[in-house]
């Protein structure tokens, strides 16, 4: 065999031609990963609801609160420290472990006992259920043919609602009871145990391993684990680099949204507003659940329509909705406000997801997807709610405040028109060439 050779990792591997799944796999692989979507929505959607019991609890103004998400978001951006490892290591070997630290994390999180602990155990657990979902979504771009991609997932962000539903469920009924919001994360241990053993079956991805084969064929090694940190950000300096600033542009920008909405919703509602604990838990299942029509119909205008037009209607829509949403006083309007943002905001969140996945060749695709979802493009999220708990005391309420975040997706809609590809109908090979072929950042 020839030897290995680390300086020909840059050089053009000629990687075989990939062979589709059957239809039964494909249907196992997005049951046995839709549980990283479904936990993703029952985790924000506790944090969603529960903020005014979380700050009652450990007595917390305004500017903590904000602080605290934002510190918690924070963890969701170091998972980029796992999922790079996915792109070394494998998608299989990566989404196995991360389920057992989450469950491990999110039972210390329900035990915490201070506003520290708290904050320290889920920003932890937010690396590693990022990760979960960030490997998933990268496993069903790269395993579901061409013409179902985006649907597929689409579908993979509409599964977040059982988590959604499950949680608001729980809400009404522990909100008021002695567990409160520490018994909403201790129920959901036991499903995440489950999930591991049921994962079993689940195999490496089919594009991965023609990769693996042709670095093998090519006397290619798999970098060092502390290389492979060190070159981490090697799509910002490579060929791909305006395509990551680009995406990660676009998540900033519908981060805008996100980050006010899922941090001060609950509060916005319950404490400044007076609604009760049932209204709210009510409004988000009817949010989340138009969200995920939102995400089926945006799968559907991608496939249909392309990526461009379905991602530059849902960024105008969820801008509005939002200032709409915190500019409002009445019970309806506020209601209408959050189910609108949120039916918005899942189906661009959608869109946005399946561009990042598309934009990037398979030996840095985990890698990209990650950087400009995770990392660069969380910078907004994880800001903007520390910056609304500022301004707060000082502009008349958490109203004021957030309503002008609302043009964050307005931005996203100029960079769509003038510097996104279209992706429909095209594979993965023509929109992503090798790593030692440079693309073309707005090549339709």
């Not at 129920?187 to 490496?204: F, Q």
């Not at 838990?281 to 991608?302: D, E, R, V």
């Not at 907004?380 to 709610?385: D, G, N, R, T, V």
């Not at 301004?391 to 008349?396: D, K």
Request: charged share 15%; aromatic share 12%; hydrophobic share 50%.
């Amino acid at each position: 065999m020839q030897a290995a050779n680390p300086n020909r990792s840059s050089e053009k591997l000629k990687v075989a031609p990939w062979i589709p799944r059957p239809r039964r796999y494909l249907a196992a692989l997005f049951a046995m990963l839709m549980s990283a979507t479904i936990f993703e929505g029952y985790d924000i959607t506790i944090f969603h609801l529960a903020t005014p019991e979380i700050a009652r609890t450990f007595h917390l103004a305004d500017p903590s609160i904000g602080l605290m998400a934002s510190i918690v978001r924070f963890g969701g951006m170091l998972s980029f420290f796992v999922v790079i490892l996915a792109d070394r290591y494998g998608r299989k070997p990566i989404i196995s472990v991360t389920v057992l630290c989450y469950t491990t994390l999110t039972l210390f999180t329900a035990l915490s006992r201070g506003v520290a602990s708290f904050t320290i155990f889920q920003s932890l657990a937010q690396i590693f259920l990022a990760a979960e979902f960030g490997v998933a979504v990268t496993m069903i771009s790269e395993e579901f043919p061409d013409e179902r991609r985006g649907r597929a997932i689409a579908a993979l962000h509409m599964v977040a609602f059982l988590g959604v539903t499950a949680a608001a469920l729980t809400y009404a009924l522990m909100a008021e009871s002695r567990w409160g919001w520490r018994g909403m994360y201790l129920l959901g241990i036991a499903p995440l145990v489950m999930v591991w053993y049921l994962r079993r079956g689940l195999r490496e991805t089919a594009r991965f391993t023609a990769l693996e084969r042709a670095r093998t064929t090519a006397g290619q090694a798999r970098p060092a684990f502390w290389t492979s940190i060190r070159n981490c950000l090697t799509p910002l300096a490579g060929p791909y680099r305006s395509r990551l600033l680009l995406m990660a542009g676009l998540w900033n920008s519908i981060g805008l949204i996100g980050g006010p909405t899922v941090t001060y919703f609950s509060l916005y509602a319950k404490r400044d507003h007076h609604w009760k604990s049932h209204q709210v838990a009510a409004a988000i299942i009817a949010a989340y659940a138009l969200g995920t029509i939102g995400s089926m119909l945006s799968g559907f205008l991608m496939d249909r329509l392309g990526r461009k037009f379905t991602t530059s209607f849902f960024y105008l829509m969820s801008a509005a909705a939002m200032y709409v949403l915190f500019t409002s006083d009445t019970y309806g309007a506020i209601l209408a406000g959050e189910v609108v943002t949120m039916f918005a905001y899942q189906a661009a969140r959608t869109a946005t997801s399946a561009l990042s996945t598309e934009l990037f060749p398979t030996a840095i695709r985990a890698t990209g997807y990650n950087l400009c979802v995770q990392v660069i493009g969380q910078i907004c999220w994880m800001l903007s709610p520390v910056v609304i708990g500022m301004l707060s005391p000082r502009v008349g309420g958490l109203g004021n405040a957030a309503a002008p975040f609302a043009i964050g997706p307005l931005i996203g809609v100029v960079l769509v028109i003038w510097f996104v590809p279209e992706t429909r109908g095209k594979t993965l090979e023509e929109l992503s060439p090798g790593v030692g072929e440079a693309p073309s950042a707005t090549t339709e």
